[in-house]
């Protein structure tokens, strides 16, 4: 008769997973809503009140006077990056009209690491650090290196020790908002690129040159054009010479920017080069522009006074003023050039102004009806400006390393000490693992490995690997979110990588076995309890295998409650000790300390029993086994029948009575090895040593065990 089928752990595994997870995929995603004004009106402090609302949770802000100052917004529906939960961090910036930082505030994030761990504090100080600075500023997340001397354009926030991946993705998401607005909202917002005259070109040009590169730019206006333009209006009479000449030119400007001396050599004589030369050295940051007028226009009033900005010359770029004013310098043209009168003015790059982009010079004319009080009539003729780039020079800032680059660079020797190690251990389990453990002093060594992974994968390193990972990176794709907040914490990437590479070879067994910290301080406290003699607990064979799938339900309702309520999900979380016991070295609330610490001693009497039966990561683990494709422990015919010698002493309860491995169960601790390969501790080995003759001590069956 066939004996009924019966379940194991993973088939009940598999079952609760696809469950929980249906459960989550039918659960409608729930868009975030943004602020009311009552609730963003909390935010804003005097002197700026909340004006309003411009969409996507953005609002204008209010001077006293009543005008528009600046606009306060969530980042989140502006730059919803996930972060290290796979929920995005929110926070409500404020900005004012000319790029600068009012104040950001911190409204919501799930970051385990400052929810219950390092607490807020430190995230809001983090935050707080923007207020002052501009978006025009090229700002990073870290220290500087090098030489702090060496005028950097980089300005540095420092950063949150052991929550670098949480603070870089609020950095992320606060720029990202912040630039968001400066498109949609100001007039060539966003970092501009400062540019300077390039005086090394030495390129011999003459005004025809200057004409045929769009150097020099014309604008004619004739009289018929001028009379055309005050056509209907009060003053179309108020000009006879326009009436009496009307092929004329009213305006025959040429416009020329000399910030680069090779252009101003082209149309200025050399004393007057030799005066802008001079000028420039003294007003290195402003940009010179060459105006010429040969028409009757005469490009300023007859009021104006040398030295100030002139009363018929508007000039804009990007919808902003530019100030122009005069330079107060004596213009003397070379020959061949046009024009009756020329003057050159100035203005301050430092206020934005890039002659390499397009730009617009207005100029006035100016007709006058009546005799007494006359009324005044003005027309605006415009022409756009732009210099070659290759006359100038752009001071690029110096581009920020991508997030993830800086997080590697950062942590370059650590990882080059964790992948050295990785590979070192992986070698000698691969290739070398019947000889570790054949050696006389197995356990110190394994010890030896795992106080390493305890002092520098864990608490130096801060390489402990979570289930917030995992739940991160479904709660992510579930919501089409990038997993990009994966690349802000390389040192634990790098453990990820190595852990699942090993799921197609040993399964579970490489980190639970070697790789956990928290794994490796339950070892060491059972080591500590039998030393001290204390008494342990042996788990019967069926409670065990009761208990051992408990953690798959403890995983089922992390992954629910990620979907359906991340507040709780946080607080369920700290069903894992890692954060108290390596994140924080102890150092949190009691209740998380006698948690952590109840664990240990709970080792010191059922081995690692937090791993056995409650770790939900661990069931992620027993997941990901489900990949390996061979059976990397050898047994033997007699393993299981005769001989239950490593069932019996294996503390895992990984062993079958029929001696087959149960390797959704195996942490690789290689004690079954040590036994397989011992001729003083393997039964059949023994006995063939004492010519008993079972078996055949020399034959080795990898997989189950044969019959």
Not at 89 to 106: K, S, Y
Not at 173 to 199: C, D, K, M, T, Y
Not at 409 to 424: E, P
Request: hydrophobic share 45%.
């Amino acid at each position: 008769m066939r004996a009924p089928h019966q379940s194991g752990p993973i088939h009940t595994l598999i079952v609760v997973c696809i469950a929980a997870l249906s459960f989550c995929l039918i659960v409608p995603a729930t868009s975030a809503e943004v602020m009311d004004r009552e609730a963003a009106a909390k935010h804003v402090e005097p002197p700026y009140k909340l004006g309003e609302s411009i969409g996507r949770g953005g609002w204008e802000l209010i001077n006293l006077d009543g005008r528009l100052a600046g606009y306060g917004f969530e980042s989140q529906p502006l730059a919803p990056l996930p972060g290290f939960s796979g929920a995005p961090i929110n926070i409500f910036v404020q900005i004012t009209l000319d790029g600068n930082f009012i104040n950001a505030e911190i409204i919501s994030h799930n970051e385990p690491i400052f929810v219950s761990g390092l607490g807020e504090a430190q995230f809001h100080e983090f935050v707080r650090q923007y207020k002052g600075n501009s978006i025009n500023d090229t700002l990073v997340v870290g220290i500087p290196y090098g030489d702090k001397g060496t005028g950097s354009s980089l300005v540095y926030l420092n950063g949150v020790t052991k929550a670098t991946a949480s603070v870089r993705i609020a950095h992320e998401s606060i720029l990202g908002a912040a630039f968001a607005i400066a498109r949609e909202r100001f007039a060539g917002g966003g970092p501009r690129i400062p540019v300077r005259p390039n005086q090394e070109i030495d390129e011999q040009l003459n005004w025809n040159d200057l004409v045929e590169r769009g150097i020099a730019k014309r604008r004619l206006v004739t009289n018929t054009e001028l009379q055309s333009a005050f056509l209907g209006s009060l003053w179309e009479d108020d000009d006879p010479i326009a009436r009496q000449e009307p092929d004329s030119p009213y305006l025959d400007l040429w416009v020329v920017d000399v910030g680069a001396l090779a252009i101003a050599k082209a149309v200025l004589s050399p004393d007057s080069v030799e005066q802008l030369r001079r000028f420039m050295e003294i007003s290195d940051n402003d940009e010179p522009i060459l105006l010429i007028d040969a028409g009757r226009h005469g490009l300023v009033s007859d009021d104006f006074v040398r030295n100030t900005s002139p009363d018929l010359i508007l000039a804009t770029q990007d919808d902003l003023p530019i100030a122009l004013r005069d330079s107060d310098l004596d213009v003397e043209l070379l020959d061949g050039v046009p024009g009756n009168v020329a003057m050159i003015l100035r203005t301050d790059r430092r206020l934005g102004f890039d002659p390499t982009r397009d730009w617009t010079l207005s100029l006035r004319a100016v007709r006058e009806h009546g005799s007494f009080r006359p009324e005044i009539g003005t027309v605006d003729f415009s022409v756009t400006h732009r210099t070659p780039e290759t006359f100038y020079i752009k001071d690029l800032p110096a581009e920020p390393v991508a997030p993830w680059r800086q997080a590697i660079q950062q942590r370059s020797f650590d990882l080059a000490v964790l992948g050295v190690f990785l590979a070192g251990l992986s070698f000698l389990l691969l290739f070398g693992q019947s000889w570790l453990a054949g050696l006389a002093h197995y356990t110190p060594v394994r010890m030896t490995i795992l106080a390493v992974v305890t002092g520098f994968v864990g608490w130096w390193g801060q390489g402990q690997l979570s289930i917030v990972t995992p739940l991160g990176v479904l709660r992510g794709i579930a919501d089409g979110r990038s997993l990009e907040f994966l690349l802000y914490d390389p040192f634990s990437l790098l453990l990820w990588g190595a852990v699942l590479a090993s799921f197609l070879y040993w399964g579970r067994g490489l980190f639970c076995g070697w790789l956990c910290p928290f794994g490796a301080m339950q070892e060491f406290a059972h080591h500590i309890g039998r030393l001290i003699g204390v008494r342990q607990i042996e788990v019967p064979t069926r409670l065990d295998g009761i208990l051992s799938k408990l953690k798959y339900g403890v995983l089922a309702v992390l992954v629910v409650t990620a979907f359906v309520s991340p507040a709780l999900n946080d607080k369920l979380i700290e069903v894992e000790p890692f954060k108290t016991a390596v994140t924080t070295y102890f150092v949190r609330e009691w209740y998380y300390v006698a948690y952590a610490a109840g664990l240990l001693l709970l080792s010191m009497v059922v081995f690692k029993g937090f791993c056995r039966y409650v770790c939900p990561l661990g069931a992620v683990m027993a997941i990901g086994g489900l990949l390996r494709r061979k059976d990397w422990i050898e047994r033997r015919a007699e393993c299981g029948s005769p001989c239950q010698l490593c069932k019996v002493r294996c503390n895992y309860k990984a062993i079958k009575p029929s001696g087959e491995i149960r390797y959704d169960e195996c942490f690789q601790c290689l004690d079954c090895v040590t036994i397989y390969d011992d001729p003083k501790q393997c039964v059949p080995l023994v006995l063939a040593a004492k010519g008993k003759g079972i078996g055949q001590p020399g034959l080795r069956i990898t997989g189950k065990v044969a019959a």
